[in-house]
């Protein structure tokens, strides 16, 4: 989880390679009317995630594949983490928390090339993120080692 440019799918599919499991980009839930909002620069709301958020938890909740599955998901307010959670049976949903400052999720954005989300929006996400509180299965980590040094953190932790 993480705001956008955190590195969720470039972590999350090294994370799969190196633990023989699957990764799926929640991107590709979006419904059309998502991506189109987010490709004019307009951050979506709550109502506008609730569909695409029902769509990810109906696929971890169907995945029969190989585990672990790993998720690449903003689940930036904790309403969409417990929305996950309640959608999905034997819940065991856990949250890795992707975290990087302003200065440093701006540089990446600004260098993303072909993707909806565009680089002014990245305020919009700090102003959602609501950090893992206690009580929620997961943990942060610290975004500005390499991608093998965040994945080894990750492995060493789970």
């Known amino acids: 989880m993480g ?15 190196k633990t023989q ?19 004019s620069g307009t ?19 169907s995945h029969t594949g190989t585990w672990p599955l790993f998720f690449g998901c903003s689940a930036l307010k904790r ?14 949903v856990h949250f890795i928390h992707l975290k990087g400052n302003r200065e440093l999720i ?23 993120l609501e950090d893992l509180e206690e009580g929620e299965k997961g943990f942060s980590v610290l975004i500005n080692n390499s991608p093998e040094e965040i ?3 990750i492995i060493a932790h789970i």
């Open 3 to 17: 705001v956008c440019g955190c590195g969720k799918s470039t972590i999350g599919a090294l994370l799969a390679e």
């Open 106 to 128: 701006s540089e990446r954005m600004q260098k993303r090339e072909g993707h909806f989300m565009k680089s002014q929006m990245v305020e919009s996400q700090f102003e959602d």
């Open 151 to 153: 994945c080894s953190e």
């Open 43 to 61: 951050p979506l709301n709550d109502k506008d995630r609730e569909d695409w958020l029902n769509a990810i938890s109906a696929s971890i909740t």
């Open 21 to 39: 499991g699957i990764f799926k980009d929640s991107d590709i839930f979006h419904p059309e009317k998502n991506v189109k909002k987010m490709s």
């Open 79 to 92: 309403q969409y983490r417990e929305l996950l959670n309640s959608k999905i049976k034997e819940s065991n």
